[in-house]
T-cell receptor, first 114, second 109 residues
Framework: NAGVTQTPKFQVLKTGQSMTLQCAQD?????MYWYRQDPGMGLRLIYY???????DKGEVPNGYNVSRLNKREFSLRLESAAPSQTSVYFC?????????????FGPGTRLTVL | KNEVEQSPQNLTAQEGEFITINCSYS?????LHWLQQHPGGGIVSLFM???GKKKHGRLIATINIQEKHSSLHITASHPRDSAVYIC???????????FGKGTHLIIQP
């Protein structure tokens, strides 16, 4: 049981390049999330998916697209990277059990856009 | 949009001290989470609270819904408790969490 996995761990892009951040969970969770973490700020929600086949915008969706490929996988795509997208990106999944929900986070992807 | 404020931003204490980290929020919530971010960057969920108090080992979390305030306490602190502690809230109708900026805790031996 690997939990939530993310690839790659580190990435450097040039402005205008595109890339996809991959996330997978093996816990059979319905809900999955993408957050970004910037220095001096709390984590902010980019997009989320409440179930397979559905996605919704979070607080900071501009410049990103997502795909919920199946129940396990939730990818985040940057079509044309900008320096403002330099950040650490975390994927998470959520389980709701007995009225309490717990989010499980991946290890993060550190992205630098030059 | 809910505003989540944590205090203090930074805290350095000696091993064995009793630690308190505070979190306040501006709008009514359905749940409040405390998370721990290790120096390596990994994030772990510690507690989810909707009322009252929870305890896990040396960690105690309390919430006062009327005052829109929560505290995380660490008893008999240890250097391995050094981490960033993050408060996050869930609103009534929206998914996803709104996060505080975190409290950077250092426990010195």
């Amino acid at each position: 049981n690997a939990g939530v996995t993310q690839t790659p761990k580190f990435q450097v892009l040039k402005t205008g390049q595109s890339m996809t951040l991959q996330c997978a969970q093996d816990m059979n969770h319905n809900s999955m999330y993408w957050y970004r973490q910037d220095p001096g700020m709390g984590l902010r929600l980019i997009y989320y998916s409440a179930s397979e086949g559905t996605t919704d915008k979070g607080e900071v969706p501009n410049g990103y697209n997502v795909s919920r490929l199946n129940k396990r996988e939730f990818s985040l795509r940057l079509e044309s990277a900008a320096p403002s997208q330099t950040s650490v990106y975390f994927c998470a999944s959520k389980v709701l059990r007995g009225g309490a929900d717990t989010q499980y986070f991946g290890p993060g992807t550190r992205l630098t856009v030059l | 949009k809910n505003e989540v404020e944590q205090s203090p931003q930074n805290l350095t204490a000696q091993e064995g001290e009793f630690i308190t980290i505070n979190c306040s929020y501006s709008v009514g919530i359905s749940a409040l989470h405390w998370l721990q971010q290790h120096p390596g960057g990994g994030i772990v969920s510690l507690f989810m609270l909707s009322s009252g108090k929870k305890k896990h080992g040396r960690l105690i979390a309390t919430i006062n819904i009327q005052e829109k305030h929560s505290s995380l306490h660490i008893t008999a602190s240890h250097p391995r408790d050094s981490a960033v502690y993050i408060c996050a809230v869930r609103g009534g109708g929206a998914d996803g969490l709104t996060f505080g900026k975190g409290t950077h805790l250092i426990i010195q031996p």
